[in-house]
């Protein structure tokens, strides 16, 4: 009959290395009475004895030396796997995935990752761009970024650096052309690079000022999935496009791009690092959560 226990096995083995109960009792923590037991009911559940038995010491039977010899590389086995498996709890190491936005990923997420990796140097960061709305869960994610109304109840969301802002810009040579909107209404009469959604929406662009909210679904000759594209475009005069901030300064600066529309464009929330609140967290996750933390905020 197989063992039922572990710890009988472990028992045995302690004695027969020991070649004695009080040594192996005391190595173990446990009582010379208890370990006497637990290999009692060992060898009568095998149905062989084990050890011989003295006054003054102990040692293996030859079904005993045979059991040890096999026993002994699988013990070894489980415990380096099982310091392994400590490893993962006491020190963080693994791999951290997070799904995120394009502009996320650019410009929250990436400028932490040297310094993270560089901290932790038994963790690797994978940083998956997706506009769709992804169950991280289901897609194996530790955590997705998204903007705050955008998160399920069931999410725990911490902030990932400062406020976000998105700006409405066009080529001077298309302002020539077409005019500069004085209302977001205004749009509607002009060329715009709409960003397109894999689920086949387009962004609308929303706008608010002085507690008045806008919302404009954008027309024009070039739809996007990409923020750089989009740029591009802008800077090659066939429309105006609605960018974070972030990608326009250089553009702006050189006089390639023009914002308009400044005073509809107030700062908005900041992304959110979002991940299920009842689900187990992994030691290089949770130390990833804390650099997040301590780095804010990140960004304008």
């Not at 998204?146 to 998105?166: I, K, N, Q, S, T």
Request: hydrophobic share 40%.
């Amino acid at each position: 009959m197989r063992p039922r226990n572990l710890a009988e096995l472990e028992a045995f083995a302690a004695i027969a290395k020991a070649r004695s109960f009080r040594r192996a009792a005391e190595e173990r923590g446990v009582s010379v009475s208890a370990l006497s037991l637990t290999m009692r009911n060992l060898e009568e559940r095998m149905g062989v004895r084990l050890l011989h038995r003295t006054t003054r010491s102990v040692s293996p039977t030859e079904a005993g030396r045979m059991l040890l010899q096999r026993l002994q590389p699988a013990l070894d086995d489980i415990a380096a796997a099982m310091d392994m498996v400590n490893d993962f709890r006491d020190r963080p190491t693994g791999t951290v995935r997070i799904n995120a936005p394009i502009p996320a990923l650019e410009f929250r997420l990436a400028p932490l990752a040297r310094p993270f990796m560089a901290a932790n140097p038994d963790v690797s960061l994978e940083l998956i761009s997706d506009a769709a709305r992804v169950d991280i869960v289901e897609h194996g994610f530790d955590a997705g970024v998204r903007f705050g109304e955008d998160l399920a109840r069931d999410m725990v969301a911490v902030p990932l650096g400062g406020p976000v802002r998105y700006l409405v810009l066009g080529a001077p040579d298309y302002l020539m052309r077409r005019g500069t909107p004085g209302q977001p209404e205004d749009l509607l009469r002009h060329d715009c690079v709409r960003h397109r959604f894999p689920g086949g929406s387009i962004f609308p662009w929303e706008f608010t000022r002085d507690g008045r909210e806008v919302t404009i679904t954008p027309e024009g000759p070039l739809t996007v999935n990409d923020p750089h594209v989009a740029l591009r475009g802008a800077l090659d005069g066939v429309g105006l496009a609605r960018l974070p901030e972030e990608y326009t300064r250089a553009a702006i600066t050189s006089g390639g791009l023009v914002p308009v529309l400044e005073d509809w464009c107030p700062m908005l929330p900041s992304w959110f690092l979002y991940y299920p609140c009842r689900r187990q967290m992994s030691s290089a996750f949770r130390t990833f959560l804390d650099f997040v933390a301590r780095s804010r905020p990140i960004g304008p």
